[in-house]
Every structure is written in structure tokens, then in C-alpha cells.
Nanobody, 123 residues
């Protein structure tokens, strides 16, 4: 069982930055693939970024060049640095963990989810 707790969300003006964190319980964090997803009101949950246990990364086209995913296995934490924010980035951001090789962009691939952290970007 893995428990995930996100933090770092907030209200920011367009063009601003935030660093989202996702702290995981358990001693086997390093073997999990991790992902960030987001869900805006009235929309489906969508893929944002993912990082494999080996450090390979993948990003949604909409965030490439603006967002960076990273992980610190010693701290059992995955991060999402979000820069150059735009109002369309407003959503609840969720982190997820899954036991598989590589990266995955579909929510169903992941086994564990956090409760989410709200990011609101004002224009």
C-alpha cells in the first residue's frame, strides 16, 4: 500500500511558477513509476507528466517546455515544477504511483492516487 500526499498548490498570476510536491509513504518508492494528472471543472482527468523508476520522463504537449517532473527517491517524493503558468492550467493536480516499467499516460495504469492540490492561475 502506498499513500500519496500532494502539496504546493495555490493561487498564482499568469506567468508565475509553483513547485508541486507529492510525498509517498513506504520504503519501496524507488520502484514505482510516478505520474501527475490534472482535472479542471467539467473536464476529464488528463495526463500532465510522468517519470519512470529509472528517471525517464514524458510530458503532455500542452506543458512541454513549461513543466518539469523530477523525483528524489531518498525523500520518497516526486516534484512538478510548473512555470509560465496560464489560466488554462487551472485544475486540481493529482499525483499517482504505479508498479510498471517505463512511463504511462493513462490514469488506469496507476494503482495509487493522492487527494490532489488546487492550482488556480489568474489572468
Amino acid at each position: 500500500q502506498v499513500q500519496l500526499v500532494e502539496s504546493g498548490g495555490g493561487l498564482v498570476q499568469a506567468g508565475g511558477s509553483l513547485r508541486l510536491s507529492c510525498a509517498a509513504s513506504g520504503r519501496t518508492f524507488s520502484i514505482y513509476a510516478m505520474g501527475w494528472f490534472r482535472q479542471a471543472p467539467g473536464k476529464e482527468r488528463e495526463f500532465v507528466a510522468a517519470i519512470s523508476s529509472g528517471g525517464s520522463t514524458r510530458y503532455a504537449d500542452s506543458v512541454k517546455g513549461r513543466f518539469t517532473i523530477s523525483r528524489d527517491n531518498a525523500k520518497s517524493t516526486v516534484y512538478l515544477q510548473v512555470n509560465s503558468l496560464i489560466p488554462e492550467d487551472t485544475a486540481i493536480y493529482y499525483c499517482a504511483a504505479g508498479r510498471f516499467w517505463g512511463v504511462a499516460t493513462t490514469p488506469g495504469s496507476y494503482d495509487y492516487w493522492g487527494q490532489g492540490t488546487q492550482v488556480t492561475v489568474s489572468s
